[in-house]
């Protein structure tokens, strides 16, 4: 790892982009000293339609029922504005009670939902060379790859990302074709809530940071 660091936003503790009521910090991607081509050239995607309608109602969504309704709900209701019909759920096997309750009120919605399971197939570990020690917790391998492409066979509107693994999700997101919202994120620490690590490393959590 490299010592130098380049200063982005995580250095910033202005963040006037937000409010605009302080300074922007010399190294700021706002002013001048961001890179404004590449800004305008990120705004000019907006024109693309689908890109357009995901921007747009998730901003009313936002907008209309901001600290109002949890996530599960605001999933429901940006499904509902993107006039999505089918629904696809990539759930962790360890999750598969949560995900079949989220199907139920899915469904309720009027939702057509189909799940895949991260080890549907139940193929060995070891015959994509994942080390056989790491058979010591599941012999089976999580397949976020065939989820995506189960998906993508189903041709689901949206895919509902349930609580995969650190790196299965990137491999699940790299394969969906349809967008992609994470319901759950993994965390078999903290129930789930990965932001309790970082709510506590300046305090009782704070062996979690390396050497400084
Ligand atoms: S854009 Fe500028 S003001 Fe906003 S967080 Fe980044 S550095 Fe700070």
């Known amino acids: 790892m490299s010592d130098k660091i380049t200063r982005s936003c995580i250095d910033c503790g202005m963040v006037n982009c937000d409010v605009g009521n302080k300074a922007y910090p010399n190294f700021c991607l706002t002013t001048e000293n961001g890179d404004p081509e590449l ?3 990120a705004i000019k995607e907006y024109d693309d339609e689908e890109n357009k309608r995901i921007m747009l109602n998730a901003a009313e969504v936002e907008y209309e029922f901001y600290c109002k309704m949890t996530r ?3 999933t ?3 499904a509902k504005r993107m006039n999505y019909h089918k629904l696809g759920i990539a759930t962790c096997v360890g999750l598969i009670n949560e995900s079949r309750t989220l199907a139920q009120i899915l469904r309720s919605h009027g939702f057509d939902v189909f799940g895949v399971a991260c080890k549907a197939g139940a193929v060995e570990k070891t015959e994509v060379g994942i080390p056989e020690e790491c058979k010591a917790v599941g012999v089976n391998m999580c397949n976020p790859i065939h989820q995506a492409m189960r998906l993508n066979k189903e041709e689901t509107d949206l895919n509902i990302l349930m609580g995969l693994c650190v790196g299965h999700d990137s491999l699940f997101y790299k394969y969906s074709k349809a967008p992609v919202t994470t319901l759950v994120v993994k965390d078999r620490v903290l129930g789930h809530n ?3 690590a970082l709510y ?5 959590y ?3 940071k390396g050497k400084q």
Request: hydrophobic fraction near 45%.
């Open 39 to 41: 800004m305008d050239a």
């Open 72 to 74: 599960v709900e605001e």
């Open 76 to 78: 429901i209701e940006f």
């Open 194 to 196: 990965p932001a309790a």
């Open 200 to 204: 506590t490393a300046n305090s009782y």
């Open 206 to 208: 704070g062996k979690i």
